[in-house]
């Protein structure tokens, strides 16, 4: 009987037979991926600017933006499939989410520290020649 008014409560809030089932959502939770996964890119080098990114190999790139966007999408499953939203799941993978934020701001830190900087000229880098001859006027500086 508890099962019957369960089904039929589905079925008048989906307002047809099929049930909003797991399919639904893993349709939605596959397309939150695709939009989450350049998002945290962006977002990314927009924080830690693009010159840094341009030092980074690919596959750092590529295993951080995955990671931060599967934990944005468990986070999204944790809040939604459970009867409350703030629960040891979703806490957890919120945890994730900033452990995977720190993994990627540490990762840049440290590329950061290690990039070769540009030599700029100097003084010490100029050569210059004087002549003394008195035909010679100036002073050339190469």
Request: proline content about 13%.
């Given at each position: 009987m508890q099962e019957e008014?369960?089904?039929?409560?589905?079925?008048?809030?989906?307002?047809?037979?099929?049930?909003?089932?797991?399919?639904?959502?893993r349709l939605a939770y596959a397309f939150e991926y695709l939009i989450a996964l350049p998002i945290a890119l962006q977002m990314w080098t927009q924080v830690d600017g693009q010159g840094h990114m341009d030092l980074l190999p690919w596959y750092l790139k590529l295993f951080c933006g995955a990671a931060a966007a599967w934990c944005v999408v468990r986070l999204t499953a944790a809040l939604v499939e459970q009867t409350t939203a703030w629960n040891r799941r979703s806490r957890a993978w919120l945890a994730g989410l900033l452990i995977t934020a720190g993994i990627m701001a540490s990762i840049t830190l440290y590329y950061?520290?290690?990039?070769?900087?540009?030599?700029?000229d100097t003084d010490e880098t100029t050569k210059t020649s004087v002549s003394n001859h008195p035909s010679a006027s100036a002073i050339y500086v190469a």
């Open positions: 008014l369960q089904e039929t409560r589905i079925e008048e809030f989906t307002g047809s037979g099929a049930p909003a089932g797991p399919n639904w959502l950061h520290l290690h990039e070769i900087p540009d030599e700029p």
